[in-house]
């Protein structure tokens, strides 16, 4: 059965700094993964979304990897600020034609100012 | 403006009184789906929808009902709501099926069964 997990469950940097979050998975059986954003009394906003043939993906400060072979996948951010602070979760799209989606349970991001 | 909207956004009931929560898309998506998010478990997906009159069920299907007939409608049905039913519960679309394209997610709707 396929399980997400994400490390560390929370974290607080100062701002500016430049910061990895982490997520892996145990079946590399995957559509595709994603990482979504969630701030408090809020859904999910779509960050990034990687195809399981590809290796990363770029959306201004972020970068998404993914190494499929690992089940392993990084969310970078770079100079992080206050308004990055929130909950990022990541999901995976099982493969085979479930159409089941899998998340992680969250790391919680702080960003001092 | 493209949304999903869910209904009602709070919601507190007691054990066994039916209830029905909406979610409604106007992006003409064909995938449909239910998530729970509970404290230290993540979001659980529900039941999910790959178009009109085609579910199936998620990783904790059990005491809900869906129905999808209509594109743009799917409702989560709790027959007889218990107190282990309480949870934030979140609606998403996609454009198609099969993992393809991202999630756009609802508000969210908390509910909580006494």
């Known amino acids: 059965k396929q399980e997400v997990t994400q490390i560390p469950a929370a974290l607080s940097v100062p701002e500016g700094e430049n910061l990895v979050l982490n997520c892996s998975f145990t079946?590399?059986?995957?559509?595709?993964l994603q990482w979504f954003r969630q701030d408090p009394g809020k859904g999910l906003t779509s960050l990034l979304l990687?195809?399981?043939?590809?290796r990363e993906q770029t959306s201004g400060r972020l970068n998404a990897s993914l190494d499929k072979s690992s089940g392993r996948s990084t969310l970078y951010i770079a100079a992080s600020q206050p308004g990055d602070s929130a909950t990022y979760l990541c999901?995976?799209?099982?493969?085979?034609?479930?159409?089941?989606?899998?998340f992680g349970t969250g790391t919680r991001l702080k960003v001092l100012a | 403006e493209a949304q999903v909207t869910q209904n009602p956004r709070y919601l507190i009931t007691v054990t066994g009184k039916k209830l029905t929560v909406t979610c409604s898309q106007n992006?003409?998506?064909?995938?449909m789906s239910w998530y729970r998010q509970d404290p230290g478990l993540g979001l659980r997906q529900i039941y999910y929808?790959?178009?009109?009159?085609?579910?199936d069920k998620g990783d904790v299907p059990e005491g809900y009902k869906v129905s999808r007939k209509e594109k743009r409608n799917f409702p989560l049905i709790l027959e007889s709501p218990s107190p282990n039913q309480t949870s934030l519960y979140f609606c998403?679309?996609?454009?198609?099926?099969?993992?393809?394209?991202?999630?756009?997610f609802g508000p969210g709707t908390r509910l909580t069964v006494l």
């Open positions: 998403a679309s996609s454009p198609t099926t099969g993992g393809a394209d991202t999630q756009y």
């Open positions: 079946d590399s059986a995957i559509y595709n």
């Open positions: 990687i195809q399981s043939s590809q």
């Open positions: 999901a995976v799209a099982l493969a085979s034609g479930t159409y089941k989606y899998i």
């Open positions: 992006m003409n998506h064909e995938y």
């Open positions: 929808s790959m178009n009109v009159e085609v579910t």
